[in-house]
């Protein structure tokens, strides 16, 4: 969706070198601040990401009258947690701008409450399907009012009597999982989810951090609604999603070694390093360990020669968000990659696919898009003006394409960058990379 605004220039720059720590994990901070608004006791979140996105979802619940303080110049969010049943009808719908986590975990939370909720968001968000959510939501007793298309805005009848379902998800979905999981927190009985593919486990981990039982198996979890969460101290890895962008920075340009700081690498979310590694890519682990029950590692990547794979389905739950510079990878790497299984990036912020598509193809690099994925043939990139449509990592993927292109690389309506980034271009000259805001005359 295009919201006009901002356009990045992104040139070839030297290596890139030093170290990075780049912002806080977008997922991990939206579950800080709802299960923090819904226990008891004071919720301390540093290394907090304040992007647009998890700033709404601080904004929906002060709305339903939770106070939460920061986030400050530390990256520190205070939430002053009303208990499970403390939450209070908002005056008005709640804006969830771009963040369809936001809308998608919120319909499950507030599925139970004893109030109407509305939940809306920007021109692109209000195009995101929904009935994944609302569906199964419906089957445990909520009432949740949709579009004609099961697109936003949702109303969220309250005043339900939610009862546990075992469902297996038709498509991995993390959003849709922890969505029922919430949910379950107030159903009668035992909620269970059973996902085809392994996705991003943090609200399960971070549910037991606030002292939730959480029955796991192989493929399943499990919550039992009537239990209460105690406030927790949580410490926020950097997101794996904004350190792909370096990563693959790294692997493509000449001479580069960069070292990525405190970086995630949670096993549900690592993809992105399996799929470089398998293409070739120097990626190595350094400094393992467990902050607030969630695997860190300091990340050292060495420019490496990559080459071109049929990507393993398996892999694509757990890289699902990193693709779109997974494939200016792809575009610089010797030979072909191809990409199935993927059909969910067709409804992301932007149609990921198509979009990626186009742009490869006006840099010169043959990008053939199908349904549910895409074979990119790798060669030189040349320079040109792509449209990242709004979508904040079709924005940033197209800057580290511009360190390799022939030309520069022109990126427009990147706005939303914001989201989940906020200062990438700051970031990305700090580390090497060319990237600059366009000039009058170059809009």
């Given at each position: 969706m295009?919201t006009g ?7 070839r ?7 990075l720590r780049v ?13 923090g608004?819904?226990?008891?006791g ?10 647009a996105?998890n700033?709404?979802?601080i ?13 400050d110049e ?5 939430v ?5 049943d403390?939450l ?8 969830l701008?771009?963040?369809g986590?936001?809308m998608?975990?919120?319909?499950g939370?507030?599925?139970a409450q004893p109030?109407?909720?509305?939940l809306?968001?920007d ?22 009012e949709t579009g ?5 805005p949702l ?9 546990g379902i075992?469902?297996a998800?038709?498509?991995?979905s ?19 989810v ?6 991003r486990?943090h609200?399960?981990?971070?549910l037991?951090?606030f ?6 198996g192989?493929?399943w ?5 009537g239990?209460?969460l ?7 890895p ?21 070292v990525?700081?405190?970086?995630g ?19 190595r ?24 794979i ?9 890289a ?7 494939f ?11 990409l199935?299984g ?8 932007s149609?990921?696919?198509q ?6 193809n006006?840099?010169?690099?043959v990008a ?16 040109g003006?792509v449209?990242?449509?709004g ?5 940033m ?13 022109t ?9 989940s980034?906020p200062?990438?271009a ?7 990379l060319?990237?600059r805001?366009?000039?009058p005359?170059?809009?």
């Amino acid at each position: 969706m295009s919201t006009g605004g901002r356009t990045l220039v992104a040139e070839r720059g030297g290596a890139l070198g030093g170290s990075l720590r780049v912002p806080g994990d977008k997922s991990i901070s939206h579950r800080a601040v709802m299960l923090g608004a819904i226990a008891d006791g004071t919720t301390v979140v540093d290394g907090f990401l304040g992007g647009a996105d998890n700033r709404a979802t601080i904004a929906a619940f002060r709305a339903l009258g939770v106070a939460v303080e920061g986030p400050d110049e530390n990256h520190r969010v205070v939430v002053h947690g009303v208990g499970r049943d403390g939450l209070r009808a908002a005056e008005g719908p709640l804006d969830l701008g771009n963040s369809g986590t936001s809308m998608r975990l919120l319909a499950g939370l507030l599925a139970a409450q004893p109030f109407d909720t509305t939940l809306t968001g920007d021109a692109s968000l209000t195009r995101r399907p929904m009935r994944r959510v609302t569906e199964p939501l419906a089957t445990m007793g909520a009432v949740i009012e949709t579009g004609a298309e099961g697109t936003p805005p949702l109303t969220i009848r309250g005043g339900r009597v939610l009862t546990g379902i075992d469902y297996a998800l038709p498509v991995a979905s993390a959003q849709v999982k922890s969505a029922l999981l919430l949910a379950g927190l107030y159903a009668q009985g035992t909620t269970r989810v059973t996902e085809p593919a392994p996705t991003r486990d943090h609200t399960e981990r971070m549910l037991a951090g606030f002292g939730y039982a959480v029955e796991r198996g192989d493929g399943w979890a499990a919550v039992t609604g009537g239990g209460r969460l105690t406030a927790a101290e949580v410490d926020v890895p950097a997101d794996i999603s904004s350190a792909a962008f370096f990563l693959v920075a790294a692997s493509i340009i000449p001479g580069s070694e960069l070292v990525l700081e405190h970086v995630g690498v949670n096993p549900t979310r690592t993809g992105v390093i399996e799929i470089l590694c398998l293409m070739g890519a120097d990626i190595r682990e350094e400094n393992p360990r467990e902050v607030g029950g969630e695997p860190v590692a300091d990340l050292r990547v060495r420019a490496a020669e990559l080459h071109g794979i049929d990507i393993p389905e398996a892999l694509v739950p757990l890289a699902i968000d990193e693709f779109p510079v997974l494939f200016i990878a792809a575009a610089a790497a010797r030979g072909t990659t191809r990409l199935t299984g993927a059909r969910e990036l067709r409804v992301k912020e932007s149609d990921r696919i198509q979009v990626m598509a186009d742009g490869l193809n006006t840099l010169g690099v043959v990008a053939e898009p199908a349904e549910d994925g895409i074979t990119i043939t790798g060669g030189p990139l040349g320079g040109g003006r792509v449209a990242s449509h709004g979508d904040h990592r079709i924005a940033m993927a197209f800057a580290v394409a511009g360190a390799v292109a022939d030309a520069p690389v022109t990126i427009t309506d990147c706005d939303n960058v914001e989201t989940s980034f906020p200062d990438f271009a700051g970031a990305a000259r700090a580390a090497g990379l060319a990237v600059r805001e366009a000039g009058p005359d170059e809009y």
